[in-house]
């Protein structure tokens, strides 16, 4: 989409290795501090795929071509965790920057339009704001939880109004696992808004997941969860409204 539209797009990815030369222009505006600040380079790799998505390595894997809801999915297999890695590209149909930022920050709004968050909720971790999100997995599967920390900036892509938040697992978190519920210790995402918009995203469920479970989540879950977005984004003023906000 063209900035300064209505719309919104969304870029899914996963990002492993050095930083690539880019010729983007980026310019820090305002930043939401995390619980331990993240490396400004992890921004800037985030910020710059929006333009630049790198496909070295990857293969097509599936896509949803839907009127208000469109993404493809590649994948690449790593050898060490021998899990697949993932970048998708996607599209939400009328959802503005904004609105997109302020769905995605706010855990308890997210509690309300995702079916698969069981526990979700912000705490003080001996001194840093930490996130714990338990996630509901399809029967007979362990539900998988998470402990993790996140940040949020404002800025400006190529002199496009943008907002990048980035979140990773908190290995240093105290909290102690619960019986029947795995805890994910590998996990790191990033999102990236525009008026067009972008996101990145990886996690390690850890147990025996069979594939079949995996090639669902990314040829449904993904789009499932997109489209779930577009309507809790659509739905958002009617919410705030509700709370008097």
Known sequence: MNPGTNNSSG??????????EWDSEVEFIKTYRGP?????????EAAREIDN???????????????????KIYRKYDEVSGLYEYKITGLLEDV?????KNVYMDLEYRKKWDGYVKELYEFD???????YWNVNYPWPMSNRDYVYTREMREME???????????ESNSL?????????????????SLVIQSDAFMHYFDNPGGSIPTWLINWAAKTGVPTFMNSM????????????????
């Open 11 to 20: 870029i899914f990815a996963i990002f492993m290795g050095t930083l690539p």
């Open 36 to 44: 331990m600040g993240f490396d400004e380079a992890k921004f800037l």
């Open 53 to 71: 998505v790198n496909l070295d390595g990857y293969e097509f894997f599936t896509e949803s071509l839907k009127e208000t809801v469109q993404c």
């Open 96 to 100: 503005g920057l904004d609105v997109c």
């Open 125 to 131: 971790d001996d001194g840093v704001k930490s996130i």
């Open 157 to 167: 892509i190529n002199s496009i109004p943008s907002v990048v938040v980035l979140a």
């Open 173 to 189: 978190s105290k909290i102690p696992e619960k019986s029947g519920v795995v805890r994910v210790k590998e996990f790191h995402q």
């Open 230 to 245: 577009r309507d809790a984004c659509l739905g958002y003023e009617k919410y705030t409204s509700s709370k008097g906000t």
